[in-house]
């Protein structure tokens, strides 16, 4: 029986891929912030008579992934497979967006997994064998848009120290794996630090209409979203196969974005950018704001 560790379950690609894992009979480590929010997840492993252990864990914070960490070894002993998927979402411009908010997306996104990692790894070592994956973001791989600076960096970032990472341990057996899905349909924008909502633009911003118009923009993209399901069988599948890229796209839109601008520059991606946005939601604000 492997058992599964995973971050941010309380809904979307996290709660499906809980699931997912206590379908094949592994002992699954379903992590959340709050315990108070993991009532679809326990409701929909009940209808199914599905086992789950649920551990409080706030990626955010130091002492609760070595106590959650440190419990699940207590109890089961190891930890086969980390799955990296808590995080959180914020739009705004790099000038204005508030420190904090841009804080905690780094602070979420990057040094997160990098916590858990930390907490894991020992014990892989130790038994020469182990599978991280990290629920990354296709904005990690490609341009980013107006307004989705820090997410992006975030995504980037965790990418490029998945590539370090996945050549440090492999000497131990242990295998990294980057997941990168397009648009699903999760709740990753709309929750934050503590579950508080991502704070509005004043009317003062000089960035604020723009930041509508690309928020409108995204709306309309994740009218499109996929099935977090989906990414739960990728999940299940980069963690059986061994031969499973480190950088891995997840959907077709991911698929499409990352063969188009394989040869694509910034200075001819914008326009492009641009053109799609403005057809789906009207011509963007110009420099006055109207």
């Given at each position: 029986?492997?058992?599964?560790?995973?971050?941010?379950?309380?809904?979307?690609?996290g709660?499906e891929?809980?699931?997912?894992?206590?379908?094949?009979?592994?002992?699954?480590?379903?992590?959340?912030r709050?315990?108070?929010?993991?009532?679809e997840?326990?409701?929909?492993?009940?209808?199914?008579?599905?086992?789950?252990?649920?551990?409080?864990?706030?990626?955010?914070?130091?002492?609760?992934v070595?106590?959650?960490v440190?419990?699940?070894?207590e109890?089961h002993?190891?930890?086969?497979?980390?799955?990296?998927?808590?995080?959180?979402?914020?739009?705004?411009?790099?000038?204005?967006?508030?420190?904090?908010?841009?804080?905690?997306?780094?602070?979420?996104?990057?040094?997160?997994?990098l916590?858990?990692?930390?907490?894991?790894?020992?014990?892989?070592?130790?038994?020469?064998?182990?599978?991280?994956?990290?629920v990354?973001?296709?904005?990690?791989?490609?341009?980013?848009v107006?307004?989705?600076?820090?997410?992006?960096?975030?995504?980037?970032?965790?990418?490029?120290?998945?590539?370090?990472?996945?050549?440090?341990?492999?000497?131990?057996?242990?295998?990294?794996?980057?997941?990168?899905?397009?648009?699903y349909?999760?709740?990753?924008?709309?929750?934050?630090?503590?579950?508080?909502?991502?704070?509005?633009?004043?009317?003062?911003?000089?960035?604020?209409?723009?930041?509508?118009?690309t928020?409108?923009?995204?709306a309309?993209?994740?009218?499109?979203?996929?099935?977090?399901?989906?990414?739960?069988?990728?999940?299940?599948?980069?963690v059986?196969?061994?031969?499973?890229?480190?950088?891995?796209?997840?959907g077709?839109?991911?698929?499409?974005?990352?063969?188009?601008?394989g040869?694509?520059?910034?200075?001819?991606?914008?326009?492009?950018?641009?053109?799609?946005?403005?057809?789906?939601?009207?011509?963007r604000?110009?420099?006055?704001?109207v």
């Amino acid at each position: 029986m492997t058992s599964v560790l995973i971050t941010g379950c309380s809904s979307g690609i996290g709660l499906e891929t809980a699931l997912a894992f206590a379908r094949r009979g592994d002992r699954v480590h379903a992590c959340v912030r709050d315990p108070e929010s993991a009532g679809e997840l326990l409701r929909r492993a009940t209808a199914e008579g599905l086992t789950l252990d649920v551990p409080r864990l706030d990626v955010t914070d130091d002492a609760s992934v070595a106590a959650a960490v440190g419990g699940v070894l207590e109890r089961h002993g190891a930890i086969d497979v980390l799955v990296n998927n808590a995080g959180i979402d914020r739009t705004g411009a790099v000038e204005t967006m508030p420190q904090d908010e841009a804080r905690a997306v780094l602070e979420t996104n990057l040094w997160g997994p990098l916590r858990t990692v930390r907490a894991v790894l020992p014990g892989m070592r130790a038994r020469g064998s182990g599978v991280v994956v990290n629920v990354s973001s296709l904005a990690g791989r490609t341009f980013a848009v107006p307004h989705g600076g820090f997410y992006a960096a975030s995504k980037a970032a965790l990418g490029t120290l998945s590539e370090a990472l996945s050549a440090e341990v492999a000497p131990f057996g242990i295998r990294v794996v980057c997941l990168e899905p397009g648009s699903y349909a999760s709740r990753i924008n709309r929750e934050g630090t503590a579950g508080a909502a991502p704070s509005q633009p004043s009317a003062a911003d000089p960035y604020a209409a723009d930041l509508a118009w690309t928020a409108r923009f995204l709306a309309r993209v994740q009218e499109g979203a996929g099935d977090c399901g989906e990414v739960a069988e990728a999940v299940l599948s980069a963690v059986d196969d061994p031969g499973t890229p480190l950088h891995t796209p997840v959907g077709k839109d991911a698929e499409t974005a990352l063969q188009y601008l394989g040869t694509a520059s910034y200075e001819q991606w914008l326009p492009l950018f641009l053109q799609q946005a403005q057809s789906l939601v009207g011509p963007r604000p110009g420099a006055d704001g109207v």
